[in-house]
């Protein structure tokens, strides 16, 4: 259920070739797949779909600093991230923007640094408030375990 966007996000961290950008913490909104599910099976379960409404924000229930989320799965990994300044990967990310021009493929772009340091937060909808979640220390040993069972690391 991972795309290969947060697969390769946990195989970076886990190969210690992920770094915190300094004084950039974005918070996102993400869904552990077991959430998701919970909340599909909620609104099918009980039908309960507002007139005229016609999609519904999926998602846990909280949102999440990347620091804080990529250094809970460093933890699960036993490994340490380090902090590298802004400016080295504005300086590597414009070096990306270039071998781009060239056709060439480089994992950092000034478009990805910007979704990098960037805050995306949905709305997720109040009908799913009452609904139990996986905690994010819990669906990232899971998610961790699946991977390793699965052969990915």
């Known amino acids: 259920f991972m795309g290969e966007h947060y697969m390769e996000f946990f195989k ?3 190969n210690k070739r992920y770094f915190h950008i300094s004084d950039k913490n974005p ?14 099976l909620f609104l099918s379960d009980k039908m ?26 460093a933890k699960n ?3 340490k991230i380090f902090t590298l300044p802004f ?10 923007d270039i071998l781009k021009y060239f056709e060439y493929q480089f994992p950092l772009t000034s478009y990805r640094l910007n979704n990098l340091t960037s805050d995306n937060k949905i709305p997720i909808d109040e009908i799913f408030n009452n609904l139990n979640y996986l905690s ?15 052969n990915e690391f």
Do not use: H, M, P
């Not at 507002?50 to 804080?68: M, P, Q």
């Open 87 to 96: 400016l080295l990967f504005k300086i590597v990310s414009i070096f990306g």
């Open 136 to 150: 994010i220390n819990d669906a990232t040993k899971k998610t961790i375990n699946y991977l390793k069972v699965k």
């Open 77 to 79: 990994f036993n490994v």
């Open 12 to 14: 970076r961290i886990k």
């Open 27 to 40: 918070i996102k909104t993400y869904g552990y797949v077991e959430n998701i599910v919970n909340q599909i």
């Open 48 to 73: 309960i779909f507002e007139k005229g409404k016609t999609f519904y924000y999926l998602g846990d229930k909280e949102n999440y600093f990347i620091k804080e989320w990529s250094s809970l799965i």
